[in-house]
């Protein structure tokens, strides 16, 4: 590990420990990475929310319905709407992945 990371991690978590929050510092930079995560998530499925409003149908069938006919904007709007897409399924994963390791 990085000598840096190595006496940065105990500065950032050792308060939660201290106060109780966390019974140890592993614990605590664990559950700090998965609120993010969370966070993370969370805005990831409000703006495919607001897409679906938007255009009141899932991705799929819009990008269906914009073949041959699309306006720049809704190319813009599929573009976030993609990328969205990819950001919550990667951040899916990545959560999946912490919440398996015993700390």
């Not at 420990?17 to 409000?46: D, N, P, S």
């Not at 041959?68 to 709007?77: F, H, I, L, M, S």
Request: proline share 2%.
């Amino acid at each position: 590990m990085n000598e840096g990371i190595a006496k940065t991690i105990p500065l950032l978590t050792e308060p939660f420990v201290r106060m109780g929050i966390y019974k140890t510092q592993e614990e605590a930079l664990k559950q700090l990475v998965l609120q993010h995560i969370e966070l993370q998530i969370e805005e990831a499925r409000r703006e495919i929310a607001h897409f679906q409003r938007k255009y009141g149908t899932d991705f799929e069938k819009w990008t269906e319905s914009l073949v041959g006919r699309a306006t720049v904007e809704e190319e813009d709007d599929w573009m976030k709407w993609e990328s969205a897409r990819d950001m919550l399924e990667s951040w899916e994963k990545v959560r999946a992945e912490i919440k398996r390791c015993n700390v």
